[in-house]
């Protein structure tokens, strides 16, 4: 096997790769809405993080938004999400919220407005899936 080849093949496992990882995590919050655990939690903390999005819409800024929620053994889970709001608000209030969480994997959870199909993730999943098809379709092998 020459170098070209064996770079050629590592090119495609990486994209192979990079393609799984893109598609699972567009799929990630559809189905935290459809297997997840429901809970109650709290937000603990929202900041804004750095200054004005170099966005066409002005007055727009990225915040942090922080929460926890208990499991039914007492374990204290935490999460964060981002979201987008003004130069006065996040647009989320402190307080109880509801939570998707995977009951084997807590680690994995959501704020229950987020875990639901949405452009970005149908984006996600199609880049995912574009990429593996790209990795896995089979070259013509061109003779000299």
């Given at each position: 096997m020459h170098c070209k080849d064996v770079k050629n093949?590592?090119?495609?496992?990486l994209l192979?790769?990079?393609?799984?990882?893109?598609?699972?995590?567009g799929t990630m919050m559809p189905l935290l809405s459809m297997i997840g655990e429901k809970t109650w939690g709290e937000i603990t903390v929202v900041r804004r993080e750095g200054g004005e999005r170099n966005v066409a819409?002005?007055?727009?800024?990225?915040?942090?938004?922080?929460?926890e929620f208990s499991l039914d053994n007492g374990a204290?889970?935490?999460g964060n999400t981002?979201?987008?709001?003004?130069?006065?608000?996040?647009?989320?209030?402190?307080?109880?919220?509801?939570?998707?969480?995977?009951?084997v994997f807590p680690h994995l959870n959501a704020l229950e407005q987020d875990a639901r199909l949405s452009i970005g993730t149908v984006i996600l999943m199609a880049a995912g899936i574009?990429?593996?098809?790209v990795a896995l379709r089979k070259r013509d092998k061109k003779k000299n």
């Amino acid at each position: 096997m020459h170098c070209k080849d064996v770079k050629n093949v590592f090119a495609r496992i990486l994209l192979a790769f990079i393609g799984i990882l893109l598609l699972l995590y567009g799929t990630m919050m559809p189905l935290l809405s459809m297997i997840g655990e429901k809970t109650w939690g709290e937000i603990t903390v929202v900041r804004r993080e750095g200054g004005e999005r170099n966005v066409a819409v002005p007055n727009r800024y990225t915040y942090s938004v922080g929460y926890e929620f208990s499991l039914d053994n007492g374990a204290i889970v935490y999460g964060n999400t981002k979201v987008i709001g003004n130069a006065y608000s996040a647009g989320i209030p402190m307080g109880r919220t509801a939570i998707r969480y995977l009951k084997v994997f807590p680690h994995l959870n959501a704020l229950e407005q987020d875990a639901r199909l949405s452009i970005g993730t149908v984006i996600l999943m199609a880049a995912g899936i574009l990429l593996l098809v790209v990795a896995l379709r089979k070259r013509d092998k061109k003779k000299n």
